[in-house]
């Protein structure tokens, strides 16, 4: 990768960071419900963004090819994320919604898993923690489902070919399949240009999120489109 690119794609990150503090610090300009709701979830977004595009710096410089496939996954996921809830309030609270709908699935996991340990045994924090969510779900009017699909979503904003294609490639660098455990010794050499490749479309989705949100903060404010 050519030195001037990584100090372009600097540059754009410390803009970037600029603008989340200085248009969605949410506890100095949320003055309402609906504010504070939007400015929750793209803050949440952007700030993963950020992290992701953290490690993925580092481990381009690490050469660890493992877990840049893992943030340049990860932030194609923001993409994808990004651009439906920016689409509507009604996609924004479905994506807010998914928050409960994993916790219940998180806790009734843990559930399970204590069980097998000792069939047995109550797990009172567990379910205190089912107990509040699903009266959380009831007031918020969530139904009991499965969580919102990255690959349904992917299609819905027109990015599926470009999901399906790094979903793949990057499973094969994060996951342990044959060929990463038999060639794990190898590191970056097993293909040298995969660095560049990982830390190029990084860079492009980071720019991306914040192509999307910036023009939409800039004309809407923290509100959803009318």
């Not at 779900?137 to 969530?142: C, D, H, I, L, R």
């Amino acid at each position: 990768m050519k030195p001037e690119f990584r100090r372009t794609t600097d540059d754009g990150f410390a803009k970037f960071q600029r603008f989340i503090r200085e248009h969605l610090d949410c506890p100095k300009v949320v003055t309402e419900a609906e504010v504070g709701a939007f400015c929750h979830i793209v803050s949440a977004l952007c700030g993963a963004v950020v992290r992701n595009f953290q490690v993925l710096g580092q481990a381009y410089d690490a050469g660890d090819q493992t877990m840049m496939a893992w943030s340049c996954r990860n932030l194609l996921e923001l993409v994808i994320f990004t651009k439906f809830v920016l689409t509507s309030k009604a996609n924004a609270d479905e994506f807010a919604a998914d928050r409960l709908v994993d916790v219940h699935e998180i806790a009734s996991a843990f559930k399970r898993m204590q069980s097998e340990l000792d069939p047995n045994a109550s797990d009172p924090q567990m379910d205190e923690v089912l107990k509040t969510t699903e009266a959380q779900m009831k007031a918020e009017g969530v139904r009991l489902r499965k969580p919102l699909s990255i690959a349904n979503l992917a299609r819905l904003v027109n990015d599926y070919p470009e999901y399906s294609n790094m979903n793949k490639l990057c499973s094969k660098f994060v996951h342990p399949t044959a060929w990463n455990l038999l060639t794990s010794d190898e590191q970056s050499t097993r293909f040298p240009y995969a660095s560049d490749l990982f830390f190029l479309f990084g860079a492009k989705y980071l720019f991306t999120v914040f192509a999307e949100v910036r023009p939409h903060v800039m004309k809407y404010g923290l509100h959803h489109k009318a």
